[in-house]
């Protein structure tokens, strides 16, 4: 089993930057596969990001492509998003998740991921 615990959300204008942390506890952190999601008011949760056990696959949503950037530090227990280039729709609470296993072409169900982080929230103004 694995706690997930994230941060680094917070208030940001528009076109600005922020870093989300995640820092795992519990099972080797390098045995889960790690994904971002994110849940807006009245909307379904939205894949975001996901990452492989030791980083050498990511896989973005077409609406953070370019702009987002998914990574981990084993070491650390933590995987990171990185956030550039805000706009007010990526205003959500980011939720990150652990995986023990996973099939590549379903990395943005939510029902591959086995343990949730609480989420942090992340509000973009125009």
């Known amino acids: 089993q694995v706690q997930l615990v994230e941060s680094g959300g917070g208030l940001v204008q528009a076109g600005g930057s922020l870093r989300l942390s995640c820092a795992a506890s519990?099972?080797?952190?390098?045995?889960?596969?790690m994904g971002w999601f994110r849940q807006s008011p009245g909307k379904a949760r939205e894949f975001v990001a996901a990452?492989?056990?030791?980083?050498?696959?990511?896989y973005y949503a077409d609406s953070v492509k370019g702009r987002f950037t998914i990574s981990r530090l084993n070491a650390k227990n933590t995987v990171y998003l990185q956030m550039s280039s805000l706009k007010p729709e990526d205003t959500a609470v980011y939720y990150c998740?652990?995986?023990?296993?996973?099939?590549?072409?379903?990395?943005?169900?939510?029902?591959?991921?086995?343990?949730w982080g609480q989420g942090t929230q992340v509000t973009v103004s125009s």
């Open positions: 998740a652990a995986a023990s296993s996973w099939y590549s072409d379903r990395v943005d169900y939510t029902e591959t991921y086995d343990y």
């Open positions: 519990g099972r080797t952190f390098s045995s889960y596969y």
């Open positions: 990452i492989s056990r030791y980083g050498s696959s990511t």
